[in-house]
């Protein structure tokens, strides 16, 4: 027996969506909240269970309107260039939901930055690259299941890394810590989300050996 209600966990994992045009530009997000699901994430596993994973919440209007530069430099010629005539109607959703954000970036009423303490060197192998970023990937998502159970949207966005320097200048933050990704916060607009459709387990699963199917 488990503690845990399945089925509000399975809904809650499936309709944690990457929110965009349905985030309230206009209702401030109070820190309160966002300090309640950053406990929370906390809580997501980190190799070697060290805590090395730092926030910044970001709700000063002209530090936005700064972030938002480097964000929409970045994000317009890409989504740009994601919607040309070969792109299918889901991809051409996300193009579209994806360049309202890159427009209306610098109006959320929060953006929280999910920073490590250390840099990756150049030369890391796969086994330390997938170690670093499973330390905080975790998390990030923890924090936006923790977000939308309390009925916040928030959206994983990594356009400004490009230019990750010059948010660092700006924020103060130091050339030891690696930003990981850019999550505009907000309350979201309406009651719930759908799950998307996704390729079933069957499809993508395979069993003792590369391209097995269950027997
Ligand atoms: C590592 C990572 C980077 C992403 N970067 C961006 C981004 O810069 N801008 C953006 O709008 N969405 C970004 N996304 C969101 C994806 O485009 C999103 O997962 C996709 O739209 C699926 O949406 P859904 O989770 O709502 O189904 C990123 C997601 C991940 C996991």
Redesign the pocket.
């Known amino acids: 027996m488990s503690d845990i209600d399945v089925s509000a966990a399975d809904h809650l994992l499936k309709t944690t969506?990457?929110v965009?045009q349905r985030l309230d530009l206009t209702r401030p997000v109070p820190a309160e909240l966002i300090l309640e699901c950053i406990d929370v994430a906390s809580h997501a596993p980190m190799g070697g269970n060290q805590e090395r994973n730092r926030w910044l919440v970001i709700d000063d209007p002209d530090l936005k309107a700064a972030i938002a530069e480097p964000y929409q430099a970045v994000?317009r010629p890409y989504l740009a260039a994601g919607a040309d005539s070969t792109a299918t109607a889901r991809q051409q959703r996300?193009v579209d939901?994806?360049s309202y954000?890159v427009e209306h970036i610098a109006e959320v009423p929060t953006m929280v930055l999910a920073l490590r303490l250390d840099r990756l060197p150049e030369t890391a192998q796969n086994f330390e690259v997938a170690g670093y970023h499973g330390s905080v990937a975790p998390g990030v998502w923890s924090f936006q299941l923790a977000a939308r159970a309390r009925g916040l949207g928030s959206?994983?966005?990594?356009?400004h890394l490009v230019h990750e320097q010059q948010v660092a200048e700006l924020l103060g933050i130091p050339d030891t810590v690696t930003q990981i990704?850019l999550l505009p916060v907000a309350y979201y607009t309406g009651d719930t989300f759908s799950p998307?459709p996704r390729r079933p387990a069957e499809e993508i699963t395979y069993f003792n050996r590369w391209k097995n199917p269950r027997s």
Not at 155 to 159: I, L, Q, V, Y
């Open positions: 969506k990457q965009r994000g996300v939901s994806a954000l959206a994983w966005t990594t356009f990704a998307a």
